[in-house]
């Protein structure tokens, strides 16, 4: 099945600095989504990119689909922005397959 | 609803025993979507709905493990015979697939322990 891979596992930033999440994945997807996932557990869905670039805010997101990537861009960063960032294209059978994930925690 | 609603929001049972998990999708979403989630763990992919029907149920990790969707709206996951390593918290998702937008909202989870 398809693979999706995150880097860097584990991100520390101070208040204000900028960071890029990257996710690999192994086969050409219709679907790619960008999830964060507060440090209450709640997932909320950031961005359906399976091409293209888009920005909400400080945040922004571009997939080079013929390169099987997608780099999330986050942009002076606050304390509210930690977390796991969570990357998720969807397999053969319509299942979004996510990948491990990116903690971050930003320090003020 | 607003959201995707789950119930009960944490279960506390013991080894052996039967659990039964709820998810109310979004009103008029079509898909949904189980996963599990192990502590500092990523989302490990349990079942997928299209309607009433399962298209790919490869994310069951035993027999012990069921689920099924009615009326196209609510579902519920069972576990029989809980075992310790069941314990984690149980995600519902739903999306509007078919209708041009895939993105995929969440519930705030079920936590499952099992003592």
């Known amino acids: 099945g398809i693979q999706v891979e995150q880097s860097p596992p584990d991100l520390i930033l101070q208040e204000g600095a900028n960071s890029t999440l990257r996710c690999n994945f192994s086969?050409?997807?219709?679907?790619l989504q960008w999830f964060h996932q507060n440090p209450w557990g709640q997932l909320i869905n950031l961005f359906y990119?399976?091409?293209g670039t888009k920005q909400n805010g400080r945040l922004s997101a571009t997939t080079v689909a013929t390169e099987r990537y997608s780099l999330l861009y986050i942009s002076s960063s606050q304390t509210t922005d930690s977390g796991v960032y969570f990357c998720?294209?969807?397999?053969?059978?319509?299942?979004?397959?996510f990948g491990k994930g990116t903690k971050l925690s930003v320090k003020p | 609803g607003a959201g995707v609603s789950q119930s009960p929001s944490n279960k506390v049972t013991e080894k052996g025993k039967d659990v039964e998990l709820r998810c109310d999708p979004i009103?008029?979403?079509?898909?949904l979507y189980w996963y599990r989630q192990s502590l500092g763990q990523g989302l490990e992919f349990l079942i997928y709905f299209q309607g009433n029907s399962a298209p790919d149920k490869s994310g069951l990790p035993s027999d012990r493990f069921s689920a099924e969707r009615t009326g196209g709206s609510v579902s519920t996951l069972t576990i029989q015979r809980t075992q310790q390593e069941d314990s984690a918290v149980y995600l519902c998702?739903?999306?509007?697939w078919g209708l041009g937008y895939e993105k995929l909202f969440f519930g705030s989870g079920t936590q499952l322990s099992v003592l």
């Open positions: 009103s008029g979403h079509t898909a």
């Open positions: 998720a294209v969807q397999g053969s059978q319509g299942n979004l397959i």
């Open positions: 990119i399976p091409s």
């Open positions: 998702a739903s999306s509007p």
């Open positions: 086969d050409s997807v219709n679907n």
